[in-house]
C-alpha cells in the first residue's frame, strides 16, 4: 500500500533526524580518546601546564554528575511538555557545554563544559527512544529503535577519525556545530500523538497520527482507539508501584542497566590497547580505538536488521552468551599466558559485536515498549538515575577493581555476570517483536484475556482490547 510505506519512510527519516541527538552523545564519548594525547602535551591546548592521568579520569566521567543531575530533571520534562519539545530543549546543554569547552582557558572550563554535555545526554538517552515508540507502527518499532545505539556508536566513531588528524579546537568546534543542525532538522516532525492523545489534544493526535501513517485516516483512526482510556492526569513517584505491571518493568529496567554496566564492555573498552599490545599487534592508539568503533558501529547496524526478526529476546540472551564465552578466554589468556595471539583479537572483536547488536541497543527498545506512556518518562529517568550513577562509579573506581582481582580475575567476574544474565534474559523478559504496546502491558500485568478484534491495515497489526484492560492509571 502506498501510504503504508509513505508512513514508513516518514518513520524512518523522523528517527534518522531525532537521532541525530544520539550523535551528539556519541561525540561526548569519542572526543576525550583522541584528545587526551593533546591535554597531555607540552604546551596544552587549554590551561598552562598538561593534565595528569587523574584529571583526564575527571574529563572522561565528570560527565556522569551531568547525566546524574539530568535524570531527576528530564522525564518529568518530557511528560509536561512533550517528546518532540524536550528533543529541542536537549540541545540546549550540548550547545552550551561544547561552546564552555571551545572557548576554555583552564581546566576547571573543561570539567563545566562535560557536565553540561552529560546533562545533555540523560536527555536523549531518556526521551529519544520513547519519541520513537511512540511514533512507530508495531511491525519496525523496533528497528527504529536500534537507531539509538547505531548514531552513538557512529559519533564516537566520527570522533576517533576527525580527532586523529584534526585539533583541538577543529574538533570541538565540529562537536558544537552538530546539536544546532539538528535543532533545525528535527523541528520539522509533528509531535508524538500518544503525548498529545494523554494531554487530551485528540485532534492534534490524530493529525500527528495521520502524518506518521503516510496520510491514511482510516489506519490513523483505527490507531487511535488502542488510546482510549489513557489517563491525562500528572502522575508522581507513587504511581510507580501502584501496579503490577510497572513495578515488573521497573525490576526489568533495573536488570537492564546492570547488565549493561556489569557484562564487560567497561573492562574491554579499558584495555583496548593492552589487549592489542599483549597480541603483538602494535597497532598505535588511534588506529586501535577506529577498530573497535568500527566494530561496534557495524554490529548496531546488524541490531537494526534483526530486532524486528529475530526477536528481542533472542538477540539479547544471545548478545549475554556470546559476551561471556569471549570473557572466559580473554580471561584463561590472562591468567595462563597462553601463547596464542588471536585469542585476545578474536575475543575483543566477539565481545564489542555481541553488546552492539544485543545488550547494548535491545534494552533501550525494551524499556520503551514495558510502560505505559503516562509514567514512561518518569520510570526510565528512575532508571537511568541507577544506570548514571553506576557508570560514574565504574570509570572511577575501575582501576581499584583490577588491583582486587587482577586483569583475569575481572573477565571472569564479568563473564560469570553474562551467564547470570542470560538465565535472567530467559526467565523473566518478555518477547515484544511486532506486538501492539497494549498486547505488552498487557501481559506485564499478568492479564491473558482474550483479545476482541484482530485487525490489519497497510502491514500494522491493530488489536483492539476490552475496555477493562485499558483502564487508566489511579
Not at 95 to 104: K, P, Q, R, S, Y
Not at 269 to 298: C, D, R
Not at 358 to 387: C, D, H, K, N
Request: one cysteine or more; glycine letters at 10%.
Amino acid at each position: 500500500m502506498k501510504t503504508d510505506r509513505i508512513g514508513k519512510w516518514r518513520q524512518f527519516l523522523a528517527a534518522i533526524l531525532a537521532n541525530l541527538a544520539a550523535f551528539c552523545v556519541g561525540t561526548m564519548l569519542g572526543w576525550t580518546s583522541p584528545m587526551q594525547p593533546l591535554l597531555e602535551s607540552d604546551p596544552p591546548p587549554v590551561g598552562s601546564t598538561p593534565m595528569t592521568r587523574e584529571e583526564i579520569s575527571w574529563i572522561g566521567s565528570i560527565n556522569f554528575i551531568g547525566a546524574i543531575t539530568g535524570t531527576f530533571v528530564w522525564g518529568r520534562v518530557s511528560d509536561r511538555f512533550g517528546r518532540k519539545t524536550t528533543g529541542l530543549i536537549i540541545a540546549l546543554p550540548f550547545v552550551i557545554g561544547w561552546t564552555v569547552i571551545l572557548f576554555a582557558y583552564n581546566h576547571v572550563l573543561l570539567y563545566v563544559g562535560r557536565v553540561c554535555i552529560g546533562f545533555g545526554c540523560s536527555g536523549v538517552i531518556i526521551n529519544t527512544p520513547m519519541f520513537l515508540t511512540e511514533i512507530s507502527q508495531d511491525s519496525i518499532r523496533g528497528s527504529l529503535g536500534s537507531f539509538l545505539m547505531m548514531f552513538i556508536n557512529t559519533g564516537c566513531l566520527f570522533c576517533y577519525i576527525i580527532g586523529s588528524f584534526t585539533s583541538f579546537h577543529t574538533l570541538t568546534g565540529i562537536c558544537l556545530l552538530i546539536p544546532i543542525i539538528y535543532v533545525a532538522c528535527f523541528s520539522w516532525f509533528p509531535e508524538s500523538p500518544v503525548f498529545l492523545y494523554t494531554k487530551g489534544s485528540k485532534e492534534k493526535a490524530q493529525k500527528s497520527l495521520q502524518w506518521y501513517r503516510g496520510d491514511d485516516p482510516a489506519q490513523a483512526e483505527k490507531e487511535l482507539i488502542l488510546l482510549e482510556g489513557r489517563s491525562k492526569k500528572s502522575v508522581g513517584y507513587r504511581t510507580l508501584i501502584q501496579s503490577r505491571g510497572t513495578i515488573k518493568a521497573l525490576l526489568l529496567g533495573f536488570g537492564f542497566i546492570f547488565g549493561q554496566q556489569f557484562c564487560g564492555i567497561l573492562a574491554i573498552l579499558t584495555y583496548t590497547v593492552t589487549i592489542f599490545k599483549e597480541s603483538g599487534s602494535g597497532l598505535p592508539p588511534h588506529v586501535s580505538a577506529i577498530m573497535v568503533g568500527t566494530l561496534q558501529l557495524v554490529s548496531s547496524l546488524l541490531s537494526i536488521v534483526l530486532v524486528d526478526k529475530a526477536g528481542r529476546r533472542i538477540l539479547l540472551g544471545t548478545s549475554y552468551a556470546a559476551m561471556g564465552l569471549s570473557l572466559f578466554a580473554l580471561g584463561a589468556y590472562f591468567k595462563f599466558s597462553l601463547p596464542y595471539a588471536w585469542i585476545p583479537i578474536t575475543s575483543l572483536s566477539l565481545h564489542v559485536i555481541s553488546y552492539s547488536f544485543g545488550a547494548g541497543p535491545v534494552p533501550f527498545i525494551l524499556m520503551s515498549e514495558i510502560f505505559p506512556a503516562q509514567v514512561r518518562g518518569l520510570a526510565i529517568s528512575v532508571i537511568q538515575l541507577l544506570g548514571t550513577s553506576l557508570s560514574f562509579a565504574s570509570v572511577k573506581l575501575f582501576p581499584s577493581f583490577v588491583s582486587l582481582l587482577g586483569q583475569s580475575g575481572c573477565f571472569f567476574f564479568y563473564g560469570g555476570c553474562c551467564l547470570g544474565l542470560v538465565f535472567f534474559t530467559l526467565l523473566a523478559v518478555p518477547e515484544t517483536k511486532g506486538r501492539t504496546l497494549q498486547s505488552i502491558l498487557r501481559q506485564m500485568n499478568g492479564d491473558s484475556g482474550d483479545e476482541v478484534t484482530d485487525m490489519v491495515s497497510g502491514g500494522n497489526k491493530i488489536v483492539i482490547m476490552p475496555k477493562k484492560e485499558l483502564e487508566p492509571i489511579k
